[in-house]
């Protein structure tokens, strides 16, 4: 990587305004996964054994500029202190006076939690007042937050231009798998795309088209494929206008001499429900007034199989309604197909491939899960980012 990280400076005595991504899932005030949380824990540590006094900023939620009280990070902080083992003290706010005097109460080692950065208009802004306000805090500015890095905003990208400026060692190892996956693939290397919608993933398949031996689609993202090579969808996700584009992909495939997996079968079910009927037909089989919400039995084989051959795996996307047991099947092979081949090094692009992982009881199999969602799918595009761009060149 190109850019300072923590190794690179001395933070002993100093104040160090650290970027976390904090924005956990939580369900009636509790933390339902914390790997997030875990995963910044040993930037938080080495800050904490090197003497700096830290204070973590992160955003929580979406709450457009005002305080929502369900969206405090105070639960954050009483997870964090349990895992650091030590107190974690936390403020109301994220600058100003009120923050200032806490941290000259600090100690060499101590930890505090900001507020939710995202109470402030300014932050989603990048306003450069509220950046400066940040600043004024800290002595040197570590992100962390590989989370957020896609997003300029004024903790992630406005900082950096007030204060000396490195990423943190999750920021740094997100770059490296990812950056190494890109740039140097062992091969065989084969994407798959799943997820919702084809509109989502336009500029990734693009990009994974110059890059893989074989790409793999699947989810609900498959029917627009599907219907473009001429078969009935029925009620099947489907994005009409995107056709073209469809057939486009599957023809710079050709071209580049990729292979293009898409499902032969499917689950069809009568209802986008648990106790719906479904049966398992071939893609030119889906009836009219059913809709596919898995691959099928033969595609999970198929699939299965490429991935088993694969030096290299990036997955984004599930391949079904996971969510639903009827429905998570495809999800679930693919998951075991990655977890079963110990020569396959697996990079799982963060957001809800993460969590079918998570839910598989899988995620210690796989060699990389990324933090990231939005992130690493912009990262997977080939885009900059900028929480990452601002950062201080070696
Ligand atoms: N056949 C299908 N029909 C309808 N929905 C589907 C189908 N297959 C998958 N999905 C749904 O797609 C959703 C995930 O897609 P989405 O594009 O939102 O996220 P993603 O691809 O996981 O992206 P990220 O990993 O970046 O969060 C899941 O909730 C899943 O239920
Ligand atoms: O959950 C995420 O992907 C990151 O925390 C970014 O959140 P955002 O999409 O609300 O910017």
């Avoid at 850019?3 to 933070?11: F, G, N, S």
């Avoid at 994407?191 to 790409?215: P, R, Y």
């Amino acid at each position: 990587m190109n850019k300072k990280t923590l190794k690179d400076i001395d933070v002993k005595g100093k104040r160090v305004f650290c970027r976390v991504d904090f924005n956990v899932p939580m369900q009636d005030g509790k933390i339902t996964d914390e790997t997030r949380i875990r995963a910044a824990v040993p930037t938080i540590q080495y800050l904490m054994e090197q003497g700096a006094k830290v204070i973590l900023a992160s955003h929580f939620g979406r709450p457009k500029g005002q305080v929502v009280e369900e969206m405090r990070l105070t639960p954050v902080g009483v997870r964090l202190s349990e895992i650091l083992g030590k107190e974690v003290k936390k403020a109301d706010e994220a600058y100003g006076d009120s923050v200032k005097a806490i941290i000259d109460t600090m100690n060499e080692g101590d930890v505090l939690l900001l507020e939710n950065v995202r109470f402030y208009p300014g932050e989603e802004k990048n306003d450069p007042e509220l950046a400066k306000n940040f600043a004024e805090l800290a002595d040197v500015y570590v992100n962390d937050a590989f989370g957020a890095a896609h997003r300029a905003h004024a903790s992630t990208e406005g900082i950096a231009h007030n204060l000396p400026a490195v990423a943190g060692f999750l920021m740094e190892k997100e770059l490296d798998v990812l950056g190494k996956a890109l740039s140097n693939p062992e091969r065989p290397f084969t994407a798959i795309v799943g997820g919702a919608k084809v509109k989502d993933k336009i500029g990734v398949i693009e990009n994974l088209l110059e890059l893989v031996d074989n790409l793999i689609i699947g989810g609900g993202l498959a029917y627009t494929f599907v219907k473009a090579q001429g078969h009935e969808v029925g009620k099947s996700l489907l994005e009409a206008d995107k056709l073209d584009l469809a057939n486009s992909f599957i023809e710079k495939a050709k071209q580049k001499g990729v292979n293009f997996y898409m499902p032969v079968d499917v689950i069809v079910a009568d209802d986008f429900s648990a106790d719906a009927n479904t049966k398992a037909v071939s893609i030119e089989e889906i009836p009219a007034d059913w809709e596919a919400l898995d691959i099928g039995p033969k595609t999970r084989e198929i699939y299965r199989d490429v991935i088993q051959k694969s030096k290299l795996v990036i997955w984004n996307g599930p391949m079904g309604v996971f969510e639903i047991d009827t429905f998570a099947n495809g999800t679930k092979a693919v998951a075991e197909a990655l977890a079963e081949s110990q020569d396959t090094y697996s990079v799982i692009g963060g957001g809800d491939s993460a969590a079918a992982v998570e839910k598989f009881h899988l995620a210690d199999k796989m060699s990389h899960i990324s933090t990231g969602g939005g992130a690493s799918l912009e990262f997977m595009e080939g885009k900059a980012l900028p929480g990452v761009v601002a950062l201080n060149d070696k």
